[in-house]
C-alpha cells in the first residue's frame, strides 16, 4: 500500500556517520531508559513505537518494537510491525538485528562494525560493505553535517539532509517542555523535537495522502 510506505520509511532509520559521538545526556545515569510512543494519524491511534535503553559495559543496547496497523471498516488493510536490537560501544553502533513486516513484505537486517566499515546482511544474501554507520533510528540527534542513512527495515542506504529549525517549547505530557526541533528530508520531510537533554519527545511526519502522522511521547 504505498499510500503509507513513505511513512514506515520515516519511523525506522540509520544515520551515517564517520565519528563517535557521546551518549545523550539522558542515557548517562546509568539506568534503563524508556520512550514508548503512541503513533496517531490526524488524531487516530494507530499503534506504537517504543525503546527500551539498557546500560552494558562500554555503552548501552537499544530495543525497539513497533506494531502500527491501519484499518478501514474494521478490516486491516496496512501493517507494520518490527523488532530490533542495536549494541552500542563508546559512541559506535557495534550491531544490530532488525526483522520487520512491511505490510507482508518481510526482511531481516543484521549489521556489524568494524574499523571504518559496517557490514549489513538482508535476509540470507551476502553482505555488503558500506561507510561505518551509528544509528540515529529518530531516538538520536544527529548533526547536520550527516548525509546517508540506512534504513533497518530493508538494509538500504540512503541520502539524507538534516537542518535544525530551532528552539520551541511544546507540551510533552502535560507539561511545558523546552526542545530543539529538527528536520530530516530524504525526499519524505519528517519533523523531530528534541528535549535538553537530547531525548526524543515527538515527531511529525506528513504522509502522501496528506495525513499529519504524530509520536506522542506517553
Not at 537499544?62 to 484499518?71: F, H, K, Q, T
Not at 548533526?143 to 539532509?161: A, N, R, V, Y
Amino acid at each position: 500500500m504505498r499510500t503509507f510506505r513513505p511513512l514506515i520509511a520515516a519511523l525506522v532509520l540509520l544515520v551515517a556517520a564517520t565519528t563517535a559521538a557521546a551518549a545523550p545526556p539522558f542515557l548517562t545515569n546509568q539506568s534503563e531508559q524508556n520512550l514508548s510512543f503512541a503513533v496517531t494519524r490526524n488524531g487516530g491511534y494507530i499503534g506504537y513505537h517504543n525503546f527500551v535503553f539498557r546500560p552494558r559495559k562500554g555503552g548501552f543496547e537499544v530495543l525497539v518494537e513497533a506494531d502500527i496497523r491501519v484499518n478501514f471498516m474494521l478490516i486491516p488493510f496496512f501493517i507494520f510491525e518490527q523488532r530490533g536490537v542495536e549494541i552500542w560501544e563508546n559512541g559506535h553502533l557495534q550491531s544490530m538485528d532488525y526483522t520487520t513486516n512491511d505490510d507482508g513484505i518481510r526482511h531481516r537486517v543484521r549489521a556489524e562494525a568494524s574499523g571504518g566499515a559496517i557490514r549489513v546482511w538482508v535476509d540470507d544474501k551476502p553482505p555488503a560493505s558500506h561507510p561505518r554507520m551509528f544509528p540515529g533510528s529518530l531516538w538520536y540527534p544527529l548533526s547536520p553535517s550527516t548525509t546517508m542513512m540506512l534504513d533497518p527495515g530493508d538494509g538500504k542506504p540512503t541520502p539524507l539532509k538534516v537542518q535544525s529549525l530551532g528552539e520551541e517549547t511544546i507540551m510533552v505530557r502535560g507539561k511545558t517542555t523546552h526542545t530543539t526541533r529538527w528536520l530530516w528530508d530524504d525526499g519524505l520531510r519528517r519533523e523531530l523535537w528534541y528535549d535538553s537533554e537530547q531525548a526524543l519527545v515527538q515527531v511529525w511526519i506528513k504522509g502522501d495522502d496528506g495525513s499529519d502522522i504524530y509520536y506522542v511521547l506517553k
